[in-house]
């Protein structure tokens, strides 16, 4: 199974409209990524408004939206999305937070593919892609 590069931006695309969405003017994004041993990480920071703990396991349920977000526009779609195309590809997604001290969002994919395929039979899109 190789990497779906379009997909792949999708994840990059949803994580970066919702940093700056949610980054009130004169702040910063951070983008990173590198490689450790089969795993290629990709790490975005911002300074935004942050995010409650207690709402942050709810985030990549699909129309989840937590409380300032449901101020905006938007169907809570774009975290479920991401986090499906991720699985996909046999990698993982997560999120730490503090409001007020804006959002960390990292990803990782395997460069295994092998392993990876295996891993993503267990998940699926279901129709939000």
Same mark, same amino acid.
């Given at each position: 199974?190789?990497?779906?590069? =379009? +997909? !792949? ?9 919702? /940093? !700056? #969405? ?10 990173? /990524? ?7 990480? @990709?790490?975005? #920071?911002?300074?935004?408004?942050? !995010?409650?703990? $207690? ?5 990549? %349920?699909?129309?989840?939206?937590? $409380?300032? /977000?449901?101020?905006? %526009?938007?169907?809570?779609? =774009? ?5 499906? !195309? @991720? ?30 395929? #295996? +891993? /993503? +039979? ?8």
């Amino acid at each position: 199974m190789a990497i779906d590069v =379009g +997909r !792949i931006e999708q994840v990059l695309i949803n994580l970066i409209h919702n /940093a !700056i #969405k949610f980054t009130p003017s004169g702040g910063k994004l951070y983008l990173r /990524a590198w490689r450790e041993k089969n795993t290629v990480y @990709v790490c975005l #920071k911002d300074t935004g408004i942050g !995010i409650p703990e $207690d709402e942050q396991s709810r985030l990549f %349920e699909r129309f989840y939206k937590s $409380d300032k /977000a449901r101020r905006s %526009e938007g169907t809570g779609l =774009g975290l479920a999305i991401a986090q499906n !195309i @991720v699985r996909l590809h046999g990698g993982n997604i997560s999120v730490t937070s503090s409001p007020g001290e804006g959002s960390e969002f990292t990803f990782s994919l395997p460069m295994k593919r092998k392993k990876a395929a #295996k +891993r /993503a +039979r267990k998940h699926e899109l279901r129709g939000l892609v």
